[in-house]
């Protein structure tokens, strides 16, 4: 495989800047393009604000890369695959550096960014037999073959999560389906649609979403639009440099980072509300990457940040250490109180959380399992 030493990055074919590494090799640089930064949006307002000049990586949480190029890379499941894939044809991933990962991902990632040069990995065949995707995942997870990894990782998307997954368009448009795990109980595709039901009852955003040959959960993307342009979105890990490994969040610093990011009052209850969600109904799952935004024109034409529709719903009792991956005002226990403090610490008042707080408790139905 080619060492890549410097990559143009894309915005829907458009040339953000240009990305590269230091001259040791162990950091990443990028320069925002000189069109880009009179016609274009900071694509990481914390991490690269719109502006000219060389920006350097840390070396650390994500090895000397960007958290908005992070978030444009497979993990769990999709690294897993990668990692097997690229072993069959003789090649060490431990080996390889952010940008070789990249410029594999090129044109083929979630969101809006894309990657060239390209590095091409042989070609396999894409499939709507679903069935036999969860029965090819389940046999590379239990390290019972690793010829399909390949296969499994090019219907994947190189979409993220622990979870086996593929992306797929029919008619209705684009899709992210997702299969169980070896740990995942036989009717996790039945539960996750459930949740999303609740969700949605609780007033949450959450994607159009179906269950396909009545098991698998199915729910549309929301980094494409109906003709197909790309959105460009962003993680709450990557724009805040937290890696995924690292459960340091509070909500207090999502509802922060949504209210600074959108400057929409209904952004922020809308991320006050999934914090209720994912407490009353023991989504424990609730780490940094499980929270994104996008960014589109609005109708000014004016380059806007969103609170992006919510996802991974759904019932997670394990989560770190038996605790959620994201605190209430420094407790995984939170009273009441705590929600509360939460909210008003970001102007919301304390009637209106204790409004959305009992709005999302009378709608949790059968899925209601803490009460604090």
């Known amino acids: 495989m080619k060492r890549i030493d410097r990559l143009n990055v894309k915005y829907n074919g458009i040339n953000v800047g240009t990305l590269s590494l230091t001259p040791d090799n162990k950091l990443c640089a990028f320069e925002y393009d000189r069109a880009w930064l009179t016609e274009g949006f900071s694509i990481s307002p914390l991490e690269l604000p719109l502006k000219a000049g060389l920006f350097i990586a840390k070396a650390e949480p994500f090895y000397g890369n960007f958290g908005i190029f992070e978030d444009s890379l497979p993990d769990g499941y999709g690294r897993y695959l990668l990692h097997k894939a690229l072993f069959k044809e003789g090649i060490d991933d431990r080996n390889l550096t952010s940008l070789d990962r990249l410029s594999i991902v090129g044109n083929s990632g979630m969101g809006a960014l894309a990657y060239e040069p390209v590095t091409t990995l042989p070609k396999k065949n894409e499939t709507l037999d679903f069935d036999l995707l969860q029965e090819k995942a389940l046999e590379v997870l239990k390290e019972q073959q690793d010829t399909d990894a390949g296969f499994l990782l090019y219907n994947s998307g190189n979409s993220g999560g622990c979870r086996p997954k593929a992306i797929f368009t029919d008619a209705e448009g684009h899709w992210l389906v997702k299969f169980r795990h070896t740990y995942d109980p036989q009717d996790m595709g039945l539960q996750e649609y459930h949740y999303n039901e609740v969700a949605r009852r609780c007033g949450i955003n959450v994607p159009d979403f179906k269950l396909t040959n009545g098991k698998y959960f199915t729910t549309r993307r929301f980094d494409l639009t109906d003709s197909d342009e790309r959105i460009h979105m962003a993680t709450a890990g990557g724009l805040l440099g937290i890696s995924l490994s690292t459960p340091v969040l509070d909500y207090s610093n999502l509802i922060a980072l ?106 949790c139905g059968d899925i209601l399992r803490y009460r604090p």
């Open 258 to 363: 949504t209210g600074y990011l959108t400057q929409r009052p209904a952004d922020v209850e809308e991320m006050y509300r999934r914090m209720v969600f994912n407490y009353l109904t023991d989504n424990k799952d609730d780490h940094c990457k499980n929270f994104s935004y996008t960014v589109q024109k609005n109708e000014r034409g004016k380059w806007q940040w969103r609170l992006a529709p919510a996802y991974d719903l759904t019932l997670c009792t394990e989560g770190y250490n038996g605790q959620h991956a994201t605190s209430v005002n420094g407790s995984g226990r939170p009273t009441l109180q705590d929600f509360i403090y939460v909210g008003t610490r970001i102007k919301m008042s304390e009637n209106r959380c204790r409004e959305i707080f009992q709005e999302v408790h009378d709608n």
